[in-house]
Nanobody, 124 residues
Framework: QVQLVESGGGLVQAGGSLRLSCAAS????????MGWFRQAPGKEREFVAA????????YYVGSVKGRFTISRDNAKNTVYLQMNSLKPEDTAVHYC?????????????????WGQGIQVTVSS
């Protein structure tokens, strides 16, 4: 059974940092593209970042470029999202997801497995 478990969320002041982790089990982690998505209250879920199987092929949504960094450790079956210079508009439930296709995708429908999500709240 595939499981993706996010951790590291919480409440932070604007300008602060958080590091999200997503531990994967039940799949060959290095064979999956990994992505992060988020859903703010009253809004649709949106793509945040994705990383290729070997750590290359990085993609970011424009609103987080230069502030967020996605990375992965295939030996630990874990993907990370380092979030710096956080803004109140980053407040959302953040999800990690695994995609069995070859290249990173920004499309939700491309992803096969999802975590349960973790809350990130940025206060002004």
């Amino acid at each position: 059974q595939v499981q993706l478990v996010e951790s590291g969320g919480g409440l932070v002041q604007a300008g602060g940092s958080l590091r999200l982790s997503c531990a994967a089990s039940g799949l060959t982690f290095s064979s999956y593209v990994m992505g992060w998505f988020r859903q703010a209250p009253g809004k649709e879920r949106e793509f945040v970042a994705a990383i290729g199987r070997s750590g290359g092929g990085l993609y970011y949504v424009g609103s987080v470029k230069g502030r967020f960094t996605i990375s992965r450790d295939n030996a630990k079956n874990t993907v990370y999202l380092q979030m710096n210079s956080l803004k109140p508009e980053d407040t959302a439930v953040h999800y990690c997801a695994a995609d069995s296709t070859l290249s990173p995708s920004v499309k939700e429908g491309s992803y096969d497995y999802w975590g349960q999500g973790i809350q990130v709240t940025v206060s002004s």
